[in-house]
């Protein structure tokens, strides 16, 4: 059914930005809520953000004033902007819509 693809992962110090990026197939894009959740080796997987089909975001509290999430339906695409990134943001990162499975995730890793 739904196939989710993340991309945009890599070595970052900390303080620098990142955007990844998760192309969705197989569903009717603009109906679906989307997510960003990750998870850190030892760590349970946890929501990062989240989109509504039309818009109403919500963020963790780790990532308030730090993330922005984003969708551009049109590009079946939605997007984690990543600002002030820390070493505890380490994790690989998955998509997800609605409720289905998460995507195969993106590694970011946040080291000077």
């Known amino acids: 059914q739904v196939q989710l693809v993340e991309s945009g992962g890599a070595l970052v110090q900390p303080g620098g930005s990142l955007k990844l990026s998760c192309v969705a197939s197989?569903?009717?894009?603009?109906?679906?809520?989307m997510a960003w959740y990750r998870q850190a080796p030892g760590k349970e997987r946890e929501l990062v953000a989240s989109?509504?089909?039309?818009?109403?975001?919500t963020y963790a509290d780790s990532a308030k004033g730090r993330f922005t999430i984003s969708r551009d339906n049109a590009k079946n695409t939605i997007y984690l902007q990543m600002n002030s990134l820390k070493s505890e943001d380490t994790a690989v990162y998955y998509c997800?819509?609605?409720?289905?499975?998460w995507g195969q995730g993106t590694q970011v890793t946040v080291s000077s």
């Open positions: 997800r819509a609605g409720l289905a499975d």
């Open positions: 197989g569903i009717t894009f603009r109906l679906y809520s």
């Open positions: 989109i509504t089909s039309v818009g109403t975001t």
